[in-house]
C-alpha cells in the first residue's frame, strides 16, 4: 500500500476513533490501492462546511497531541488550515478543508483511513484537476485512475455533471494540452514502480481520441 510507515500510523491514529466530520480525499485516498503509482505527499482531509473544519481539525489535534506527535499550523484560514505533523524524526503535511457536499457516490469507510471519498469521485475530480492544472503527478494520476477506475471517457462524461461550465468535447480540449513531459519531471515524484513515458504517451494519446468519438456519438441530452 504505497503510504509512508508514518502516515499509516497517522491515519490508524485518527480512524480510531471514528468521525463523520472529515474524509480524506486527494492523492492520499487515490493511492491507498496496492496496486497504486504512486505515494502521496500529503493527506487532505475534506469537510462539508467551514465550521465542521475548524471543529475536526481541532479534535484531530488534540488527539493528535496526546498520541505524541506536534501539530505546526502553517496556514489557518477560514475552511482552510494546513500542518505538519511530525513524531520523532517523521513528519507529512496535512490539510483539512472545505469542500462541496456534492458527490456521485457514498464515502466510503476504511479501517485504516477512517472515511475515504469513493474512487469513482476522486477519479472525476482528477479530471477536473488536471483539465485546470499541468502537473507531472496528475498526469500519473490520470492515467492510473483510466486504467483501474473508470475509461477517460466516462469520467470527463460525469466530470461535467460536477461543472456544468464544461462540455465533454471542451473538457477534451484542454485535456489534450496536457501529457508534454520529460523523463526528469517524474524522476522528482515518489512513485510506486519505473514510470515509462513512452507508453504512458501512447496510452494518454489512445484515451483521448476513444474520449471524444464516445463524446461525438452521444446525445448532449444524455448528460
Known sequence: MPLTPFQRALLAELAAEPTEDRYLAGGAAMHFAPNSARYSDDLDFF???????????????????????TVDVELSLPGFVRAVVSRDADATR???????????????RDPLGGLLLHPVDLAVN??????????????????FVHARVLPLAALCWAAVGKDPGFTPLSLLEL???????????????????????????????????????FARTRSPDEI
Open 47 to 69: 469537510h462539508d462546511s467551514e465550521a465542521r473544519v475548524a471543529a475536526a481539525f481541532g479534535a484531530d489535534r488534540e488527539r493528535l497531541r496526546r498520541a505524541g506527535y
Open 126 to 143: 482528477k479530471v477536473l484537476t488536471v483539465a485546470g492544472r499541468d502537473e507531472p503527478r496528475d498526469f500519473v494520476d490520470i492515467l
Open 94 to 108: 496535512v490539510d483539512w478543508a472545505h469542500d462541496s457536499a456534492w458527490r456521485f457516490m457514498p464515502l466510503v
Open 175 to 213: 485535456l489534450k494540452r496536457r501529457g508534454r513531459y520529460r523523463p526528469e519531471d517524474f524522476a522528482r515524484l515518489n512513485l510506486a514502480g519505473p514510470f515509462d513515458l513512452v507508453t504512458a504517451k501512447q496510452t494518454w494519446l489512445a484515451a483521448l481520441a476513444k474520449a471524444e468519438a
